[in-house]
Nanobody
Framework: QVQLVESGGGSAQAGESLRLSCSAS????????LGWYRQAPGKQREMVAS???????TYADSVRGRFTMSRDNAKNTVYLQMNSLKPEDTAVYYC???????????????WGQGTQVTVSS
């Protein structure tokens, strides 16, 4: 059973940094894409950053230049380094993976449980 497990959330002051981690495990045949989404109270979930198996990265305009995503294929782990944090970055952050499992037949989207990031002035 494929699972995504997140860590690294917490509280920070504006201008400080946090790093989120997400590891995928369980019957993985291939990982097609990994990414991070976030959702603030009363808001829709939005993409923050994503990376394909070809290492093509995409960032939301609101975080470009401040957040950096990296991927360790050997560990099936993705990281989100968040620098120069702003109060508007406050949200629940979710790890996302598009993963083929089993013997290469089933491909679907998976989500982590979410981790709270709170940034104060």
């Amino acid at each position: 059973q494929v699972q995504l497990v997140e860590s690294g959330g917490g509280s920070a002051q504006a201008g400080e940094s946090l790093r989120l981690s997400c590891s995928a495990s369980g019957g993985i045949f291939s990982v097609n894409a990994l990414g991070w989404y976030r959702q603030a109270p009363g808001k829709q979930r939005e993409m923050v950053a994503s990376i394909t198996s070809a290492n093509i990265s995409t960032y939301a305009d609101s975080v470009r230049g401040r957040f950096t995503m990296s991927r360790d294929n050997a560990k099936n782990t993705v990281y989100l380094q968040m620098n120069s944090l702003k109060p508007e970055d406050t949200a629940v952050y979710y790890c996302y993976g598009r993963i083929t499992s089993g013997q290469g037949i089933t491909t679907r989207d998976y989500w982590g449980q979410g981790t709270q990031v709170t940034v104060s002035s």
